[in-house]
């Protein structure tokens, strides 16, 4: 009887809520999105040129210098749109604020269930128990750390489920400025120039980050 009492409380799991609601995380699912949709956007303007020529070594640079007036583009990085955008901070505390309070309950819980099973192990070895109240006992506690374990999953899938939201939000928020902003500037094309994203070096001339930002927060106090 005892080996099977032991066996359940060493082996019983111990489950913490994942995942964790960090900004890289964050940051980095918002740019793979924003950089999918930009190399969309650079694939459909270039694929009724694709059978054009290539231009003769020569003139490479002298293109290369012109290359903006007759197909102005701009980049921005959403790392730094992110880190100064105020209603990023904002979904990310509510997040956080969210997960801690879960995280909080679930280890109440479980807290709960090991004090039970110590209180329950103290009876058992003063023979304070008989064979069929063990018997039961001992199924209640492989029935509660089943349902801990369902809730784990339960509330990991919750909070992922609201990650994801958030990026979408935050996305949704950028491409709509960043559309507005170029209805009135008409550039071809708008870079992410992000750590994860592969653009090595642009002129610092067409960096519309900060442009960006101050229209975030703008639309967002109002």
Not at 34 to 59: D, Y
Not at 61 to 76: D, G, M, Q, R, T
Not at 108 to 127: F, H, I
């Amino acid at each position: 009887m005892w080996t099977i009492i032991k066996r359940f409380f060493h082996q019983k799991k111990k489950y913490k809520l994942t995942p964790k609601i960090m900004k890289n995380k964050v940051i980095i699912g918002f740019n793979v999105i924003l950089a999918f949709a930009i190399v969309l956007l650079f694939l459909l303007h270039f694929k009724s040129k694709s059978n054009c020529s290539k231009s003769a070594t020569k003139t490479a640079n002298k293109e290369a210098v012109a290359i903006n007036h007759s197909f102005p583009l701009a980049y921005i990085n959403s790392d730094t749109v992110l880190f100064k955008y105020a209603l990023y901070h904002k979904l990310k505390n509510e997040l956080q604020t969210k997960q801690s309070r879960l995280e909080a309950d679930y280890s109440r819980k479980m807290k709960q269930l090991e004090t039970d099973y110590y209180q329950y192990q103290e009876k058992a070895q003063k023979n304070l128990l008989t064979r069929s109240e063990m018997q039961q006992q001992e199924m209640s506690f492989q029935q509660r750390q089943q349902e801990l374990g369902v809730l784990n999953q339960k509330l990991t899938a919750e909070l992922g489920q609201d990650e994801q939201a958030m990026q979408k939000q935050l996305y949704d928020s950028v491409k709509l400025v960043t559309d507005e902003y170029n209805e009135e500037f008409k550039y071809q094309i708008i870079f992410n120039s992000a750590t994860s994203v592969s653009i090595i070096t642009a002129v610092k001339s067409l960096d519309i980050t900060e442009e960006i930002v101050k229209r975030l927060n703008d639309r967002y106090k109002k």
